[in-house]
């Protein structure tokens, strides 16, 4: 079955230092590969994909991601986080074809908690 | 990006009754999703309205349950019917553009409607 990972409920950071959510997939073929945020009471925002070639994208408010198709990760980085970061952050892949009926459908993980603190 | 808009932005209901989801779009779009959040879960997609047509809804959802209609390319509504508690959850609509087979574009997320069953 394909399906989206995000290992951690909850990640703590404080203001200023670097900041990683991590993803990880298991869907067939070479998919794409989004992450969205949701600030409290709000809608999904989306933040970056990738589609193909250069592994690290980059998105909006600083953040970025790095494609390891070896490990099958899309990990959500920030080099220094911002209070205003913290959110509900969201893995989604999607397969670049339609792998066993799946439709192209979004595949989302539960979402991590980022909490920076000043 | 496309700006959408739903309403209500939230409702408390009687179980028993229904409540009917309005999404708007400020310009045509190709592709628009329901999806259920519910409390402290990821996204769920409930059905894939299509212009003109039935809904393609996905595992566990009915029609009968969740009447879907879709009358152009920039609105859709969605009914939650005979409504339960189980029922009370945050309701996405999202909207897509895409070019035939072409799966790498993101989605784009209205505000959600947070519904509440009593």
């Known amino acids: 079955a394909q399906s989206v990972a995000q290992p951690e409920d909850q990640v703590n950071v404080a203001e200023g230092n670097p900041l990683t959510v991590k993803c990880t997939y298991s869907v067939s073929g070479n998919p794409y590969l989004f992450w969205y945020v949701q600030y409290p009471n709000r809608g999904l925002q989306f933040l970056l994909k990738?589609?193909?070639?250069?592994?690290l994208v980059k998105g909006s408010y600083g953040f970025e991601a790095e494609f390891n198709k070896s490990q099958t990760s899309f990990h959500l980085k920030k080099p220094s986080a911002l209070v205003s970061d913290s959110a509900l952050y969201f893995c989604?892949?999607?397969?670049?074809?339609?792998?066993?009926?799946?439709?192209?459908?979004?595949?989302f993980g539960k979402g991590t908690k980022l909490s920076v603190k000043p | 990006s496309a700006v959408i808009s739903q309403k209500p932005s939230r409702d408390i209901c009687q179980r028993g009754t229904s409540l009917t989801i309005q999404c708007q779009v400020d310009?045509?779009?190709?592709?628009m999703f329901w999806y259920r959040q519910q409390p402290g879960q990821s996204l769920t997609l409930i059905a894939t309205a299509n212009q003109g047509s039935e809904a393609t809804y996905e595992s566990g959802f009915v029609i009968d349950k969740f009447p879907i209609s879709r009358p152009n390319l920039t609105f859709s509504t969605l009914t939650v019917s005979n409504m339960s508690p189980e029922d009370s959850s945050i309701y996405l609509c999202?909207?897509?553009?895409?070019?035939?087979?072409?799966?790498?574009?993101?989605?784009?997320f209205g505000p959600g409607t947070r519904l509440t069953v009593l």
């Open positions: 990738y589609i193909t070639g250069d592994n």
């Open positions: 310009s045509q779009v190709t592709m």
């Open positions: 989604a892949v999607r397969p670049s074809m339609n792998y066993g009926g799946s439709q192209g459908n979004l595949i």
């Open positions: 999202s909207v897509e553009v895409r070019a035939g087979v072409d799966l790498s574009n993101e989605q784009f």
